[in-house]
């Protein structure tokens, strides 16, 4: 891989992104339209067609076929694929690190990843992982854009003893590209994320699966008459289903854990509904949207530009 000369003036010389799906694509974007940032970025994807794609709508210096060969000389490499294939992609690229690079990661999950990628981490490398609070059911290259990270929250994970000045590193690549930045312990990410993420994804699948039982008529109904609350289920149960598929295997014990306490929360509102209990409904409705005001107040609402077709 050719790269350019160093000018100091840059964050990272050289940054590498494994992935060029929704995210990595976005930021790819993002860090190409923000000057001093990143010198030299260079893109990879397993996929041929990815591939083409990305280097035909030319949002990086290169993008190469060889997975190895994309990563040698990075001052930063960050894994933008699902988490599955984390393991096998750093035991790859392991020896082709050079002393002082970050590998990072995009992850929706942390502490499973964590485990299985430190092993092949070599001493001189930092690894820091984080997690992007952003996205849309859209996904591959073509999809991506700049403004994706604006005002959202990007999750850092740095194992214990991790290089400082690493994770300032990051942190500072990241805010650059719109992001607010915060570092949190790698179990409690995963359990709040099972809440306000991964939980709501596993009850729209249901949902829209449900749909998808009912006969033909109905069925076609249901679509046809789709009302706001039916058609937001359908949004992220058109999400990425290999990345969704990892996320639940990976996060398996916080996943289940949220899952009960909805199904005894949804069994108290049964209850309620069938002997008519108006103020049980009331209180938690109103609890509820007292919830719904705070994500909007926090400025988490998505923006309409996330929905739109780039």
């Known amino acids: 891989m050719e790269t350019k000369s160093s000018n100091p003036d840059f964050l990272f010389q050289s940054v590498t992104l494994i992935g060029i799906g929704l995210i990595g694509s976005?930021?790819?974007?993002?860090?190409?339209k923000t000057e001093y940032i990143v010198e030299n970025l260079v893109l990879t994807d397993v996929d041929k067609l990815v591939r083409a794609k990305a280097k035909k709508l030319g949002f990086a210096d290169s993008v190469e076929d060889n997975l190895c060969a994309a990563v040698v000389g990075a001052d930063c490499v960050i894994l933008c694929t699902p988490i599955g294939n984390y393991a096998e992609i750093i035991e790859s690229i392991s020896g082709h690190l050079k002393p002082g690079c970050i590998v990072s990661d995009v992850g929706s999950v942390k502490r499973a990843p964590i485990t299985d990628m430190s092993p092949y981490i070599p001493e001189n490398v930092h690894f820091v992982p984080g997690h992007p609070i952003a996205g849309t059911e859209k996904s591959g290259p073509e999809s991506g854009f700049a403004e994706l990270f604006d005002g959202r929250y990007w999750l850092l994970t740095p194992p214990v003893g991790t290089n400082r000045k690493a994770?300032?590193?990051?942190?500072?690549?990241f805010e650059a590209i719109g992001a607010m930045v915060e570092e949190m312990d790698p179990d409690y990410h995963d359990k709040v994320l099972a809440l306000t993420s991964h939980l709501p994804h596993l009850?729209?699948?249901?949902?829209v699966g449900t749909a998808d039982d009912l006969e033909d008529q109905t069925q076609a109904d249901v679509i046809r008459f789709s009302a706001s609350g039916f058609r937001d289920f359908t949004r992220l149960a058109g999400s990425n289903p290999i990345m969704w598929r990892d996320i639940f295997l990976n996060n398996r014990e916080a996943v289940l854990e949220m899952l009960?306490?909805?199904?005894e929360d949804l069994t108290a509102l049964q209850r309620a509904i069938r002997?008519?209990?108006?103020?049980t409904l009331e209180e938690l409705f109103t609890r509820t949207r007292k919830i719904r005001l705070g994500v909007i107040d926090a400025k988490q609402e998505v923006p309409p530009s996330a929905n739109k077709s780039r």
Do not use: H, N, P
């Open 275 to 279: 002997w008519g209990e108006a103020d």
């Open 203 to 207: 009850i729209a699948y249901t949902i």
């Open 260 to 263: 009960q306490r909805f199904s």
């Open 167 to 173: 994770v300032k590193k990051m942190r500072c690549l």
């Open 26 to 32: 976005s930021i790819a974007r993002a860090i190409k």
